[in-house]
């Protein structure tokens, strides 16, 4: 029978890989090498308890502080900005006994094998159909353009509903692109997909689809919605401007002084 503290150190090491699971798994490894973050193996050695604990609870509060670890790493992989992951200190201390029981025994990081390997033109355009919604994702999940919009680098872009993806395979990589399409970490990412996860054959396609700059989707040459609405607007104005150019052909006074000679007369 196990004693009380074998108990609890189990049920610590069980909850601590839920969690990694859940809140720390889609961007790193234990012995698998770089993925969005840096692989963690060996972490708890390098670091002390108390480092892990403040940035695990906030990087960036670290980051701002200076904290020349911090900032090294913020900057080393790209300044992709790490959620907090709104844990308590007991909970991230059973990820950190996760990290370090898992880095015991881990085999050296395997190399990451590319799902783009001959990735054609086929694979670009179905990633594009897909992206735009002209094509619907085989267990039903939205499209992409329902959320990132696209529009780099204009002012649509800030009112988007999600991240502009122009530069996200880019600074992420295949790989890290790929951990978050085949399970998102974010949290309106992931219920939008809860049970509708993306088939191999999609994520490749939208892998190639943002990796080609040509075809990726800052589209800065304007999508089809924006033309269409341009075009629109325009042609409202040329309407309404139309309309009132008539009705200022003669002004009002002009009309009331018609009447009055035509009664005096």
């Avoid at 844990?87 to 880095?103: A, G, T």
């Avoid at 881990?106 to 990451?112: L, T, V």
């Avoid at 991240?163 to 996200?168: E, G, I, P, Q, R």
């Avoid at 075009?231 to 409202?236: E, P, Q, R």
Wanted: hydrophobic share 40%; glycine share 10%.
């Amino acid at each position: 029978m196990l004693s009380y503290s074998e108990l609890s150190y189990a049920q610590s090491s069980g909850a601590g890989a839920e969690l990694f699971k859940s809140k720390c798994g889609i961007c790193h490894t234990i012995g698998g090498g770089r993925l969005v973050g840096p692989d963690l193996s060996g972490a708890p050695e390098r670091r002390t308890e108390d480092w892990l604990l403040r940035f695990i609870r906030s990087s960036q509060a670290m980051i701002k502080s200076g904290d020349a670890v911090a900032v090294g790493l913020f900057k080393e992989f790209n300044e992709t900005i790490m959620p907090d992951p709104m844990l308590s200190d007991d909970e991230i201390k059973s990820v950190i006994q996760h990290i370090k029981d898992q880095s015991g025994g881990a085999s050296a990081a395997a190399a990451y094998v590319s799902v783009l390997e001959n990735a054609g033109e086929k694979d670009i355009a179905l990633g594009r159909h897909l992206f735009e919604g002209r094509q619907a994702f085989a267990n039903g999940g939205p499209s992409c353009i329902a959320c990132h919009n696209g529009l780099a680098d204009t002012y649509f872009n800030e009112k988007s509903y999600a991240k502009d993806l122009a530069a996200s395979f880019a600074t992420l990589g295949e790989a890290g692109t790929r951990a978050i399409l085949e399970n998102p970490p974010f949290p309106v990412m992931a219920q939008a997909f809860e049970g509708k996860s993306l088939t191999p054959d999609e994520v490749r396609a939208l892998l190639a689809f943002l990796k080609t700059p040509g075809g990726s989707p800052t589209m800065r040459k304007a999508s089809g919605f924006m033309v269409y609405g341009v075009l629109g607007a325009a042609a409202l104005i040329i309407v309404f401007s139309g309309l009132w150019y008539s009705r200022k052909d003669r002004s009002v006074n002009h009309s009331i002084y018609k009447r009055q000679i035509k009664s005096v007369n």
